[in-house]
């Protein structure tokens, strides 16, 4: 290696070490006294192994250099503190939370969800409801009376009760008194998870057995399944209601003549334009923004619009809450596969409540391997301090103890933790009832946060390859900023410096003799004689202008700027400003248009100085690089070495 101070160790004066065996943790050198692992530096070495070419490369002591040249500067970036900038931190911070998130994440259980949701969305459920309401607080017996009360609501509708009647008399929903618990159509990701489950799992014509969500027991009767169309683009005329104490409804005659016109061949968008009273869409040819089943609150048009069965098909009048319609399939795509809409499905997973089951499995595993170990007489005197003070104010501020609640790993879990979480959510659990329901849920959130704190900020302890892939791209940060302060910006700002440089290497900056213009060639010398006589007689024609007045066959028009010797350029061509002779050259002929002419000569500096700049700083880096390395200290495990260039029969 060349570095001057480069000391080999035999294995006596370095580490212990058998000669017949190499491990990952076997020192390889030490760098400024930091040592680093026969591991480390093969997992970089083996990284690209296959996809280098060149043996040179390949070879381990070349290999070597490099790897102590990139540890040097990384350990000159945190000399000079770049690693404390709050931008240095901020990019990695956000690197290392988009990798962690698939270590925080079950992808077995996401895939399957995400699968499921598809496979739901390529159908349409059309149900009613009925609700007891009973939230997430109440006690065992208190949902235990509800699901009674939703239990024999759905007796009296097995046995001959009308669902609408029961939604109309019994369900806790306020909308259920005039809509009879109807929800029309919608499809996945539109209800609570819970709720969209019972729904798909419930056969058409059929009342589910009560179904519990963080709103209480739901009884769901499945009035239909259809399969769900592709995204459509909608359009529609609208007339709307107006005031009118006439016999006969004045818009619908209305739109009975409009829907006459459209079968007499009148387009629909100028129909639109004539008669819509919907604004928004007037100018758009009727279309809707963004049309999707179940979103757009108009009765009966997700029902005319599904009968749509191609583009450009239109719809019979139909009325609506809001007035008159016809509707009209303007286009619809063609369903998705899975795996076109796989990373769509896993991002609404991840922020629908499906994400809570994904969670509490990962929770669940992570209390088993942490040994989880909860209080539980700490936990009751907590509760009962809370029971009794809560209608105080800062009622925690007057607990006397700080008993530990629970404990995990090397963690412990206090009440003056648990007392800062309450704090921090603002939770009033004087507003819940009872209230130890109400600590009970919050607690396992708590506890949920805390543990899933733990492991994120312990997978580089845990996982090897996340320790890896974080180190790379936190070094990888700090050499960019290194050479960003050290090198570029320095260069850069050093007018003098590459100024200076630019004056002694004159030689370097340097412009050939060059024309700006056209190169022609043809295969017939007719042909390349038509053009050279029209082209100087019109100099500023373009290449196409020719071909077409001439009615020659040009095969090729080079235009640009070429310097002496270049190969675009004929063979014995003089560089001059005009139209050249034809030359002969390999069966074809050729002449050269010169708009404008450069002589050979030296480049003034604001020229130049791009390229100055580049010159200089290679020069700067190598004396700052050659800097580095004689204020090093390497020293670099021989018998190691050696054992390494044998595996990979560099020996």
Known sequence: MNLKSLVYFSLFGFVSFNGNAQNASDELLKINGVPFTVGEFERIYTKNLDLIKDDQQKNIENYLDLFVLYKLKVAKA????????????????????????????????LERLAKEAYERSLYEIKASHIIVLADEFVTPAD???????????????????????????????????????DLGYFSVLRMV????????????????????????????????????????????????????VALVDPNKLIMDDIYAKLQNGEK???????????????????????????????????????????????SKPFKSQHGWHIVKLVSEEKIPTFDERKFFYKQKV??????????????????????????????????????????????L?????????AKFADQKISEKDFSEFITKKGVNFAAITPIVNGIDHVYNDFVSEKILDYYNNNLENEFPEFKNTTKEFKEGLLLFDLMETEIWQKVKNDTLGYTDFYKTNLNKFYQNEAINGTVYEAEKKADIKKAQKFISKNLGKKP????????????????????????NLPQNYVLREGVSEIFEQDGKYYFVVADAYFPEKTLELEDAKQNVIYEYQQVFENQWINDLKENAKIEINKPILNQLKSKYKQN
């Not at 501020?397 to 609640?405: C, Q, S, V």
């Not at 196409?544 to 190969?567: P, Q, T, Y």
Request: no cysteine; charged share 30%.
């Open 350 to 395: 991840q922020s629908d409540s499906r994400s809570r089951i994904i969670n509490e499995q990962l929770v669940a595993h992570l209390k088993k391997k942490y040994n989880y170990k909860e209080n539980n007489k700490n936990y009751s005197g907590f509760v009962k301090f809370v029971e009794k003070n809560v209608t105080k104010p800062e009622y």
């Open 544 to 567: 196409e202008e020719i071909n077409g007045m001439l009615d020659v066959n040009l095969l090729v028009s080079r235009k640009g700027k070429f310097e002496k010797n270049n190969k």
């Open 268 to 314: 629909f968008e100028d129909l639109v334009m004539q008669f819509s009273d919907d604004t928004t869409s007037k100018a758009n040819g009727g279309k809707f923004g963004n049309y999707d089943p179940g979103v757009i609150s108009i009765d009966n048009l997700d029902d005319e619009v599904y009968k749509l069965k191609k583009a450009e098909d239109y």
């Open 193 to 244: 998870y819970p709720f969209e489950t019972g729904a798909y799992n419930t056969p058409v014509g059929q009342v589910s057995m009560p179904i519990r969500s963080q709103f209480g027991y739901h009884l769901i009767k499945v009035d239909d399944k259809r399969l769900r169309r592709g995204k459509q683009t909608v359009a529609q005329i609208f007339i709307q209601n107006k005031e009118d």
């Open 143 to 181: 949902s235990l009376k509800a699901y009674n009360k939703a239990m024999d609501i759905r007796n009296q509708i097995v046995n001959g009760k009308d669902f609408g009647e029961a939604a109309v008399e019994f369900s806790e929903d306020p909308s259920a008194k005039t809509n009879k618990g």
């Open 78 to 109: 945190y000399d000079l503190g770049l690693d404390k900038r709050a931008a240095h931190i901020n990019e990695f911070d956000s690197h290392r939370k988009q990798l962690a998130e698939q270590y925080l994440t079950n992808e077995e259980t």
């Open 397 to 405: 501020k007057g607990l006397k103890t700080n008993n530990e609640l």
